[in-house]
C-alpha cells in the first residue's frame, strides 16, 4: 500500500517564529558553530541565551529566531539544528491526539490538508519511526554532562 506524504515544508518559516521555544543543551552547541564557522563560545553568546538551565535560541527583534534566512525561509544550521526542529511536525501531541494535529495542520502550511491523522500516524511509523519525546524541555534536562573523558 502507498502511503500518502502528509509533510512538506513551503519554508514559510512561521514555525521559527517565537521567542524562547527552541532549547538546545550547551553539549549540542557544537554542531551549529561549526555550521556557521565559529567557535562554540562565540555561538552561545552570540546565538544563544541562558533559560532554565538550557540555551536558548536567540530571536530578532521580529520573533524569528536567529538561525532563519528571512529571505528564504531556510535555516542556517540545518544540518545540525535542535532535535525539536527536527522532530517537527512528528511532535508527540499531533501523534497522539487528533485534534493537536488538526491544529498543528492549521498552522503549518506544510501539513497535506487532506491527509488524515490515521495517515499521518501511519507515515510517521513507516518513513520516521523514531519516537519523539512528550517534552523537550525535559529530555535535554535529563542529559549528562559531557564528562570530558
Ligand atoms: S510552518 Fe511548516 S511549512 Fe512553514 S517552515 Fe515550519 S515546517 Fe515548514
Ligand atoms: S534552528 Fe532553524 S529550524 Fe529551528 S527554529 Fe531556528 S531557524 Fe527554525
Given at each position: 500500500?502507498?502511503?500518502?506524504?502528509?509533510?512538506?515544508?513551503?519554508?514559510?518559516?512561521?514555525?521559527?517564529?517565537?521567542?524562547?521555544?527552541?532549547?538546545?543543551h550547551p553539549r549540542d552547541a557544537a554542531?551549529?558553530?561549526?555550521?556557521?564557522?565559529?567557535?562554540v563560545?562565540?555561538?552561545?553568546?552570540?546565538?544563544?541565551?541562558?533559560?532554565?538551565?538550557?540555551?536558548?535560541?536567540?530571536?530578532?527583534?521580529?520573533?524569528?529566531?536567529?538561525?532563519?534566512?528571512?529571505?528564504?525561509?531556510?535555516?542556517?544550521?540545518?544540518?545540525?539544528?535542535?532535535?525539536?526542529?527536527?522532530?517537527?511536525?512528528?511532535?508527540?501531541?499531533?501523534?497522539?491526539?487528533?485534534?493537536?494535529?488538526?491544529?498543528?495542520?492549521?498552522?503549518?502550511?506544510?501539513?497535506?490538508?487532506?491527509?488524515?491523522?490515521?495517515?499521518?500516524?501511519?507515515?510517521?511509523?513507516?518513513?520516521?519511526?523514531?519516537?519523539?519525546?512528550?517534552?523537550?524541555?525535559?529530555?535535554h534536562?535529563?542529559e549528562e554532562p559531557d564528562s570530558g573523558d
Open positions: 500500500m502507498t502511503i500518502r506524504t502528509v509533510f512538506e515544508c513551503r519554508c514559510c518559516g512561521e514555525c521559527c517564529h517565537g521567542k524562547g521555544g527552541i532549547y538546545i554542531g551549529p558553530a561549526r555550521l556557521l564557522g565559529l567557535t563560545e562565540a555561538f552561545i553568546d552570540e546565538y544563544t541565551e541562558p533559560q532554565y538551565g538550557l540555551l536558548s535560541l536567540k530571536t530578532d527583534p521580529e520573533g524569528y529566531c536567529l538561525m532563519l534566512e528571512r529571505r528564504r525561509g531556510t535555516c542556517r544550521i540545518h544540518e545540525d539544528k535542535p532535535r525539536m526542529c527536527r522532530d517537527w511536525p512528528f511532535f508527540h501531541g499531533p501523534l497522539n491526539d487528533r485534534d493537536v494535529y488538526e491544529e498543528a495542520k492549521a498552522a503549518c502550511p506544510g501539513l497535506v490538508p487532506e491527509a488524515t491523522w490515521e495517515e499521518f500516524v501511519e507515515y510517521h511509523r513507516v518513513h520516521v519511526g523514531r519516537r519523539p519525546p512528550s517534552d523537550y524541555f525535559d529530555i534536562q535529563q
